[in-house]
Nanobody, 119 residues
Framework: QVQLVESGGGLVQAGGSLRLSCAAS????????MGWYRQAPGKQRELVAT???????NYVDSVKGRFTISRDNAKNTVYLQMNSLQPEDTAVYYC?????????????WGQGTQVTVSS
């Protein structure tokens, strides 16, 4: 079962930046598509960004141009650089790995990391 540990969240003013990290274990990290999700209070969990095994990235429209997902296979870690943060980015952020040869994500989740953006 994959183990995911997110870190790097915090309180930041609008326009500020944060860098989130997610350390994954119990999987062959380099063989997995990785993604960052977020869940705001009262809302469903939303897929924010993904990165493939070859480094191709994809983003939800609301974060394009502001967020950058990257990975370091040597460290089994995926990152989310968040710039120009806005209050609507406030959420708990989670990472996950996609099950190889499947469209599904692993059912286990880490504890997430809270990002709070003040106006």
């Amino acid at each position: 079962q994959v183990q995911l540990v997110e870190s790097g969240g915090g309180l930041v003013q609008a326009g500020g930046s944060l860098r989130l990290s997610c350390a994954a274990s119990r999987i062959i990290f380099s063989s997995h598509v990785m993604g960052w999700y977020r869940q705001a209070p009262g809302k469903q969990r939303e897929l924010v960004a993904t990165i493939t095994t070859s480094g191709s990235t994809n983003y939800v429209d609301s974060v394009k141009g502001r967020f950058t997902i990257s990975r370091d296979n040597a460290k089994n870690t995926v990152y989310l650089q968040m710039n120009s943060l806005q209050p609507e980015d406030t959420a708990v952020y989670y990472c996950n790995a996609r099950i190889p040869f499947s469209g599904a994500w692993y059912p286990s989740w880490g504890q997430g990391t809270q990002v709070t953006v003040s106006s």
